[in-house]
């Protein structure tokens, strides 16, 4: 098992790097100028000539290339261009945990709900509840994230105000103390994550239900409903251990949806996460705070796909790595 974690780990460093490399010249072949943040009315024309030689923008896109791969290579990613020169790990340090917590609360949320619904509509196969609950998640999963979160701000933080519907906290939230300060975070967090989860438990509900149809009629249901088991037994500790070998492999596969929803989410929201970062990095030019982020995600997507199969042979003994 270790030795397998590690080939995957040394074969993950190539592909980061191809990543990076490729958006290094992507973000730098796309029209717009960095310098141009920094025009404004009644500066001189030549602050921005003296700005894209400090940045090294003037010299050919190979130098550039070769000058980034050695300040890389030595675990510097550079400093923001539009965040007053500080570095963007720093940056990212401030965003990366409100998007962590909002992407693991989607992740249990997602499976949760998903694995819930998929057993209810296979127990209950070609029943009217059945069918209400696969209508409603292909409803639900052919939804675009950034309407329904539109939708439900407008419905449940405009119309009922039940939910707050932009920000991380209210204002004066410290004085809460720090358990109130947390309710107050997750009541402002439930939105956010129920959009984003409620898609991604449809998607998760319909391969439940197409496994866990399968697996009810194997011989071993049956001879374990002949031995007497409770239902509830045979289908929460016989079938459903079984169903669900090729849906933790979506686990893995969730992420990349999970922090491209949230994307849109945290800009919607207004949440200060990586999304929101990644949005002004891009309109704003910043090239070492784009190249990091993509960085962080990779690294993090990659690292959700290893969980994945290492969870695919604890649950499967009979799987070798």
């Known amino acids: 098992m270790l030795a397998y974690i590690a ?3 040394l074969l993950a460093v190539p592909l980061v790097f ?3 490399t490729l958006t290094f010249f992507i973000i730098r072949l796309a029209p717009g100028d960095p ?15 003296q700005i894209r030689e400090q940045y090294g923008l003037n010299d050919p896109l190979l130098i550039q290339y070769f000058k980034w791969l050695g300040s890389v290579l030595q675990g510097d990613f550079g400093r923001s261009f539009s965040r ?45 509840l059945d069918r209400f609950l696969t209508v409603g998640a292909l409803f639900f999963y052919s939804m675009p994230e950034f309407w329904f979160a539109l939708m439900m701000i407008i419905l449940f933080a405009l119309k009922l105000q039940i939910f707050p519907a932009s920000g991380l906290n209210e204002i004066g939230a410290e004085s809460y103390g720090p358990i109130g300060f947390l309710l107050d975070r997750l009541w402002h967090l439930a939105l956010p994550v129920t959009v984003l989860s409620i898609n991604g438990a449809a998607g998760i509900a319909r391969y439940v239900r197409g496994s866990m149809l399968e697996v009810i009629r194997q011989d071993y249901i049956r001879t374990a409903r002949a031995k007497g088991l409770p239902e509830k037994v045979v289908i929460l500790r016989h079938a459903l251990r079984n169903a669900l070998l090729p849906v933790i492999t979506l686990m893995g596969g969730s992420l990349p949806f999970i922090f491209s929803g949230a994307l849109f989410i945290e800009v919607i929201f207004a949440f ?9 990095a891009i309109f704003a030019r910043d090239y070492p705070l784009i190249i990091a982020n993509t960085f962080i995600s990779g690294t993090l997507i990659i690292l ?3 969980v994945a199969d290492v969870l695919y042979a604890v649950v499967d003994p009979r799987i070798k790595l």
Not at 37 to 43: N, V
Not at 89 to 116: D, H, R
Request: hydrophobic share 55%; glycine share 8%; aromatic share 6%.
């Open 18 to 20: 191809g990543v990076l």
């Open 84 to 128: 007053a020169q500080q570095p963007v790990f720093e940056v990212i340090a401030q965003a990366l945990p409100i998007t962590m917590t909002i992407a693991l609360l989607t992740l249990v949320a997602n499976f949760i709900l998903g694995i819930a619904i998929g057993v209810i509509s296979a127990v209950r196969q070609n029943s009217y």
């Open 304 to 306: 959700g796909n290893l």
């Open 35 to 49: 310098a141009a943040l920094f025009i404004q009315p009644g500066i001189s024309p030549n602050v921005a000539e």
């Open 272 to 280: 200060p996460g990586m999304g929101r970062v990644t949005v002004e």
């Open 7 to 9: 080939r995957r780990i």
